[in-house]
Antibody, heavy 126, light 107 residues
Framework: QVRLQQWGAGLLKPSETLSLTCAVYGGSFSGSYWSWIRQPPGKGLEWIGEINQSGSTNYNPSLKSRVTMSLDTSKNQLTLELSSVTAADTAVYYC????????????????????WGQGTLVSVSS | EIVLTQSPGTLSLSPGERATLSCRASQGVRNNYLAWYQQIRGQAPRLLIYGASTRATGIPDRFSGSGSGTDFTLTISRLEPEDFALYYCQQYGRSPKTFGQGTKVEI
């Protein structure tokens, strides 16, 4: 069973770059998209973007100009970088995967986010 | 972007009662790729339902999902004490993937 464990700096100053890492245990990158999702304190969930096993990325337009996602297949890790952070970027950040597959007829199916990492609180304050 | 609107914002019920949560999409959800998650304070969300009506592995059968197109419902048939939590719907059929704002089920 796939398990995700994440870590990264928890306190940043405005204008710095957020950097988080998520390690994948019990599985590989193939057959899944790998996403980052965030949740400001007391608020709802926002999808940041995703990356697939080939390194192709798809970012939320609201954050696209500041986001970079990458994979390290040798370490089974994915990383998130978010540049020029402000207080509005204060949130719990989660990594998550969603699998996709093709049936016997070649029809493509995708599944939602499962599993999730444990979450990392990142606070931005001067 | 597909906007998901959940109602009500808060549902006040007692253990043993039935909970009905609604999620309405601003446009049709492709392939009914609509999921429901439960979030307990301080924890990551847990997948309950996917494809609008399929229970995820290990989810009790008191949880059920229904709906298609733009209107979806999560029903908890008989609330257990551990069910009092936050619930989010999410569409994963079209990018950007979006979440509803959540419904809190409280005692």
């Amino acid at each position: 069973q796939v398990r995700l464990q994440q870590w990264g700096a928890g306190l940043l100053k405005p204008s710095e770059t957020l950097s988080l890492t998520c390690a994948v245990y019990g599985g590989s990158f193939s057959g899944s998209y790998w996403s980052w999702i965030r949740q400001p304190p007391g608020k709802g969930l926002e999808w940041i973007g995703e990356i697939n096993q080939s390194g192709s990325t798809n970012y939320n337009p609201s954050l696209k100009s500041r986001v970079t996602m990458s994979l390290d297949t040798s370490k089974n890790q994915l990383t998130l970088e978010l540049s020029s952070v402000t207080a509005a970027d204060t949130a719990v950040y989660y990594c998550a995967s969603n699998r996709y597959y093709y049936d016997s007829n070649g029809q493509y199916y995708v599944l939602p986010f499962d599993p999730w990492g444990q979450g990392t609180l990142v606070s931005v304050s001067s | 972007e597909i906007v998901l609107t959940q109602s009500p914002g808060t549902l006040s019920l007692s253990p043993g009662e039935r909970a009905t949560l609604s999620c309405r999409a601003s446009q049709g959800v492709r392939n009914n790729y609509l999921a429901w998650y439960q979030q307990i304070r301080g924890q990551a969300p847990r997948l309950l339902i996917y494809g609008a009506s399929t229970r995820a592995t290990g989810i009790p059968d008191r949880f059920s999902g229904s709906g298609s197109g733009t209107d979806f419902t999560l029903t908890i048939s008989r609330l257990e004490p551990e069910d009092f939590a936050l619930y989010y719907c999410q569409q994963y059929g079209r990018s950007p993937k979006t979440f509803g704002q959540g419904t809190k089920v409280e005692i």
